[in-house]
T-cell receptor, first 113, second 113 residues
Framework: KAGVTQTPRYLIKTRGQQVTLSCSPI?????VSWYQQTPGQGLQFLFE???????NKGNFPGRFSGRQFSNSRSEMNVSTLELGDSALYLC????????????FGQGTRLTVV | TQLLEQSPQFLSIQEGENLTVYCNSS?????LQWYRQEPGEGPVLLVT?????EVKKLKRLTFQFGDARKDSSLHITAAQPGDTGLYLC?????????????FGQGTILTVHP
């Protein structure tokens, strides 16, 4: 069974640009969550999608947005990039049985210069 | 706001020693997961505990969920260099907190040969 796939693995962007990250969940998993990981803040929840609907959102500015497609694949977009957005962005998928048991992808390392 | 206090932050031990990592909160969690993360990779799920007082064993790793479901511990017996990594606890509150895991700050474990 293939795991969670995130693309690209690495990205370098300039301040002010925007970026789109992609996540393909484990087959059969309908819930996709996104997290930001930084050395100072650890892992912080961005948002969660299920059946193309955002069900939950963390405390991040509106520059961070996402969407989910009918095949459960998800994308995350960050507009007007800031230096502080440099982080490892992790996608996790769950079967959504009521227990939030998340399986993570390898992440996308975003560097904003 | 749910917080998970994880301790210790750093642990440097010799091969063969035993260790325990703690995860504490004032909040009740419906489930708690433990993950291990290698540098530049996503967290890998080790175990999920759901029932208060539950104990799960995974080879040399023993996981315990507190009776009140507010705390958990990870005990490693006879640590090996391959156990080196970042260990993370993460709690789910269930209900409408879809997909959201609250993570501890992590414990960086280094096992010296």
């Amino acid at each position: 069974k293939a795991g969670v796939t995130q693309t690209p693995r690495y990205l370098i962007k300039t301040r002010g640009q925007q970026v789109t990250l992609s996540c393909s969940p484990i087959s059969g998993h309908r819930s996709v969550s996104w997290y930001q990981q930084t050395p100072g803040q650890g892992l912080q929840f961005l948002f969660e999608y299920f059946s193309e609907t955002q069900r939950n959102k963390g405390n991040f500015p509106g520059r961070f947005s996402g969407r989910q497609f009918s095949n459960s694949r998800s994308e995350m977009n960050v507009s007007t990039l800031e230096l502080g957005d440099s982080a490892l962005y992790l996608c996790a998928s769950s079967f959504d049985t009521g227990i939030t048991e998340a399986f993570f992808g390898q992440g996308t390392r975003l560097t904003v210069v | 706001t749910q917080l998970l206090e994880q301790s210790p932050q750093f642990l440097s031990i010799q091969e063969g020693e035993n260790l325990t990592v703690y995860c504490n909160s004032s909040s009740v969690f419906s489930s708690l997961q433990w993950y291990r993360q290698e540098p530049g990779e996503g967290p890998v799920l080790l175990v999920t505990v759901v029932t208060g007082g539950e104990v799960k064993k995974l080879k040399r790793l023993t996981f315990q969920f507190g009776d009140a479901r507010k705390d958990s511990s990870l005990h490693i017996t006879a640590a090996q260099p391959g156990d080196t990594g970042l260990y993370l606890c993460a709690g789910a509150t269930g209900g409408t907190s879809y997909g959201k895991l609250t993570f501890g700050q992590g414990t960086i474990l280094t096992v010296h040969p």
